[in-house]
C-alpha cells in the first residue's frame, strides 16, 4: 500500500503526478516522507500599530474602502485599506480577480499574510481572509508549509497528505523497544502523522526528536557498516611516489602552505603505505583542496593506474578539466584528463567510455555520471569525491565498488568541529587543512541596506576598471508574484543599465548546461566583467580575478551559504570585498548577518551562530542542509547526533549482524535505506 504510486490518491491526476515528481514524490511513502519545510502557527491576531515588515502576521479590523483594481501588463492588483484604533494598513491581492466581488467597504475580518514595507509604508500581501468565528478555531494550530513548486501549491500537498495518512498501511516500528524507552522516543507511525499534522509545539517536537532519531541512526549504521567493509584493509595499489609529480608541485606558482603540506603527505603516506585510503580532507572555502587531490591523481597516474574525481556540478567539473588540462600542458606533464558529464550526447558518452575502458586516459573527472554502471574501469586505484552536496554514504560505497578496493578520498568545506566529523565521518581518517595560502588578504565585509545600491555600484565599476570582476547573486531566478526578492533576469537589465560598457551577464540553474559552461567559461576568462547569478556558483567555483562579491536579499541565505558564497573571492592575491545587502529590518537577521560582517573563518561562524539560534531551534535556517539529512541538523541536534552515536556503538557490540530476532525489522530497514541510496543516483 505504501509504495503504491501517489496516482491513486483522489484529486491527483497525471500532471499533479508528474508535478510531485519534480519534487521527488512517487509513492505514498515518498509522500508521508516529504516533510514540512516549516509551520505557520496561527497566532492571536495584532493591532495595525504593532505590525513588523517582512513577517506573515494576522489583523482584525474593518474595510473602510471599497477595493480599487488596476491592471498591470499581466498582472491584476485589487487594493483597499484596514482601520483598527491603531492605525491602517493597505492590504494588496495579485490575480484574485473573484475578491472584487468579496470584499466590501464596512466588511470585519481577519487577514492574514506576509507584512512589507513599501514607500516606507506597511502593506500586507496576499493575505488570506477569515471570518472571526474560523479564525477562532484554527488559532495556535500549527500548519505545515511544504516545499513547493511551480503548480503545486501547499493546499494540494496538505490534501494529499492527509489522504496518504488515511489509507496508509502502519508500519511495525523497528526501533529496538528499549532504545524508545531509554530515549523517550515517540512510536514511528505516531511520528510520521504529527510531523505532519501536530497540534501544539510540544507534539511537533515530540514528532520531529523521534525521526531525527531514525535519521542519525541509520546513517550512523551506514556508516559504520561501510567502516567494517572498507576499513583497514590492505591495498592492490601500493604506490610509489612519483618524482615527475614532485617536481611539478616544487615548480607550481606558489609553494603549497604548511597545512597543505601536512595534509599531502598524510594522503601520500596512505597511497604508498600498503593499506586502503579512506580519507576525509577538510579545510575552509578557498584553503587549496584542489592541488592536494590533482597531486594524488597523477600520483595514481604515473604508477600506471587511473584515478576519478567526482565533484557536484558540471560547471565544477568543466573548470577542474580546464584548470588541470592548462596545467599539465605548462608543465609538461604526459596524463591527460578526461570530462564525462551528464550533458554528453550518446556517442560522446560512448567514446569516453571507450576512452576510459582502454586506459586511454588516466584521470576522469566528472559529476554523477562517473559511476554510472556502463563506466568500466581500468585499474582504477583512486576515487576523490567533493563532499559539498548530494554524495551521501551510499554513494561512496557505489564508487568504492567501481574498482578493486580504489583508494578513496573525500573533500569538504562544511566546517564541522571535530568531535562532529569524527562522528558523521566514522569511517574516514580526517585531515584538516587549518590555514589559508599567505598571498591573501582578509576579504572586506559590509553589511548594508538597499539603498546603499548606488555607492557598490560604482565601487563594482572602479574595481572593474582596475581590471577585476565582480559577482552579484540574487535569490530568484525570474520576477515572482508572490515573493519579493531580488530576481537575476531583471536585476542583469538593470545593471546593464547602471554600468553601461561594462559587460554584465546572467547565470542560473534553470539554464541548460551547456549555455551555463558557455557563460561560466566567458566569465573564467574575462570576457564577462560582471556575473549576477543565482546560487549555483556557491560550490567551489574559481576565479581568482573577481574581487566583489555583491549578495542581494542576504537575509534570505543561511549562515553557511552565505560563507560559501562570498569564498568564491578573495582567491587570489587581490583585496576582495564582499557588499551583503539586508533586504529586512528585522534585528534577528541584522545579529546573523553580523557574525559574517566580523569574520572569514567558517568554523567561528558556524559556532557563533549556533550560540544565536540555540540547540533545538529546529525553525532557523539550516545550518546544514547539503548533509543528507531532511529534518537533522548536525550543528542544532549535536547532542542527539553523539547519543545516537554511542546507542549504534552499543547495539553493534551486542550484536553486530544484527541476528537477534528483536533486531529483525531494524537490519531490514537498513538495508532498505542503503538502497534508497544507491537508488538517489540514478535519478
Ligand atoms: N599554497 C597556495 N598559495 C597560493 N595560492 C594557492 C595555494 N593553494 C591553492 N592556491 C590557489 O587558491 C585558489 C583556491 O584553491 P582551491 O580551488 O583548491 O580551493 P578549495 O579549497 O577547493 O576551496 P572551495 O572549497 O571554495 O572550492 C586557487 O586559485 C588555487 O590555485
Not at 231 to 238: E, F, L, Q, R, T
Not at 431 to 442: F, G, K, M, Q, T
Request: glycine share 6%; proline share 4%; net charge neutral.
Amino acid at each position: 500500500m505504501n509504495r503504491e504510486s501517489i496516482d491513486t490518491l483522489k484529486g491527483i491526476g497525471e500532471k499533479t503526478g508528474k508535478l510531485f515528481q519534480k519534487v521527488g514524490v512517487v509513492t505514498v511513502e515518498d509522500l508521508l516522507g516529504y516533510y514540512p519545510r516549516a509551520y505557520d502557527a496561527y497566532e492571536e491576531p495584532a493591532a495595525i500599530g504593532e505590525l513588523k515588515p517582512e513577517r506573515v502576521m494576522a489583523v482584525a479590523g474593518m474595510l473602510y474602502k471599497t477595493p480599487d483594481v488596476k491592471r498591470y501588463s499581466h498582472i491584476q492588483v485589487i487594493t483597499t485599506t484596514l482601520k483598527d484604533p491603531t492605525g491602517t494598513l493597505t492590504l494588496t491581492w495579485f490575480n484574485m480577480p473573484y475578491l472584487h466581488s468579496t470584499l466590501k467597504a464596512g466588511m470585519r475580518a481577519v487577514f492574514r499574510g506576509r507584512v512589507v514595507k513599501k514607500n516606507g509604508r506597511l502593506t500586507m500581501e496576499q493575505p488570506e481572509i477569515f471570518t472571526a468565528e474560523a479564525y477562532g478555531q484554527i488559532i495556535h494550530s500549527m500548519q505545515p508549509i511544504y516545499g513547493q513548486t511551480k503548480g503545486l501549491s501547499n493546499k494540494t500537498i496538505v490534501r494529499a497528505e492527509k489522504q496518504a495518512l488515511e489509507i496508509r498501511k502502519m508500519v511495525r516500528d523497528y526501533m529496538p523497544a528499549e532504545l524508545r524507552k531509554k530515549h523517550e522516543l515517540a512510536e514511528y507511525n505516531f511520528a510520521i502523522e504529527h510531523i505532519h499534522f501536530p497540534s501544539d509545539r510540544k507534539e511537533l517536537l515530540f514528532a520531529r526528536k523521534r525521526l531525527v532519531f531514525d535519521e542519525f541512526f541509520l546513517f550512523l549504521m551506514a556508516v559504520r557498516k561501510l567502516k567494517e567493509k572498507r576499513g583497514d584493509k590492505p591495498s592492490p595499489y601500493s604506490m610509489k611516489l612519483s618524482q615527475k609529480v614532485e617536481d611539478l608541485k616544487n615548480h607550481l606558482p606558489y609553494s603549497l602552505t604548511k597545512a597543505q603540506e601536512k595534509v599531502l603527505k598524510e594522503v601520500y603516506d596512505d597511497l604508498t603505505g600498503g593499506r586502503v585510503m579512506n580519507r576525509l580532507v577538510q579545510g575552509d572555502v578557498g584553503s587549496g583542496k584542489t592541488i592536494i587531490a590533482i597531486l594524488a591523481l597523477l600520483q595514481a597516474a604515473y604508477n600506471g593506474c587511473q584515478g576519478a574525481l567526482m565533484v557536484p556540478t558540471e560547471v565544477l567539473a568543466k573548470q577542474h578539466y580546464e584548470s588541470m588540462t592548462e596545467l599539465f600542458a605548462a608543465f609538461g606533464i604526459d596524463k591527460t584528463p578526461l570530462l564525462v558529464t551528464g550533458s554528453m550526447t550518446a556517442k560522446e558518452k560512448r567514446i569516453a567510455y571507450e576512452k576510459i575502458a582502454s586506459h586511454e586516459v588516466d584521470i576522469i573527472i566528472g559529476t554523477h555520471a562517473l559511476i554510472q554502471e556502463k563506466v568500466v574501469y581500468d585499474n582504477l586505484a583512486l576515487v576523490i569525491t567533493d563532499e559539498q552536496h548530494r554524495f551521501g554514504v551510499g554513494q561512496r560505497e557505489m564508487l568504492g565498488q567501481k574498482g578493486e578496493e580504489p583508494h578513496v578520498l573525500v573533500m569538504s568545506a562544511t566546517p564541522i568541529p571535530r568531535t562532529l566529523a569524527i562522528i558523521i565521518y566514522g569511517d574516514l581518517d580526517i585531515s584538516v587543512i587549518d590555514e589559508l595560502p599567505a598571498n591573501r588578504l582578509p576579504i572586506r565585509n559590509c553589511v548594508v541596506d538597499t539603498g546603499y545600491r548606488k555607492k557598490a555600484y560604482e565601487f563594482i565599476r572602479n574595481e572593474v576598471a582596475q581590471g577585476r570582476q565582480a559577482y552579484v547573486i540574487c535569490p530568484m531566478v525570474e520576477a515572482s508574484e508572490m515573493i519579493e526578492a531580488e530576481n537575476v533576469v531583471d536585476y542583469t537589465k538593470v545593471l546593464k543599465e547602471a554600468l553601461p560598457g561594462v559587460a554584465v551577464e546572467y547565470l542560473h540553474g534553470k539554464m541548460k548546461p551547456r549555455e551555463k559552461n558557455k557563460i561560466m567559461e566567458r566569465f573564467s576568462n574575462g570576457e564577462i566583467q560582471v556575473l549576477v547569478s543565482t546560487t549555483v556558483i556557491e560550490v567551489g567555483v574559481n576565479v581568482p580575478n573577481a574581487t566583489v562579491m555583491m549578495i542581494e536579499n542576504a537575509e534570505r541565505f543561511g549562515l553557511a551559504q552565505l560563507h560559501q558564497l562570498r569564498g568564491r573571492v578573495g582567491r587570489g592575491k587581490y583585496q576582495s570585498y564582499c557588499i551583503m545587502v539586508n533586504g529586512s529590518d528585522q534585528d534577528e537577521t541584522k545579529k546573523r548577518l553580523d557574525i559574517l560582517n566580523k569574520s572569514n573563518d567558517g568554523f567561528y561562524i558556524a559556532s557563533e551562530d549556533l550560540k544565536l539560534r540555540g540547540p533545538g531551534d529546529i525553525f532557523g535556517i539550516r545550518q546544514s542542509g547539503d548533509l543528507e539529512f531532511k529534518l537533522g541538523d548536525i550543528f542544532t541536534d549535536a547532542n542527539l547526533l553523539k547519543t545516537v552515536s554511542e546507542e549504534v556503538n552499543l547495539l553493534l557490540k551486542e550484536d553486530p549482524e544484527l541476528e537477534k530476532e528483536e533486531h529483525q525489522e531494524l537490519k531490514n530497514k537498513l538495508q532498505e535505506y542503503l538502497e534508497k541510496s544507491y537508488d538517489k543516483l540514478n535519478l
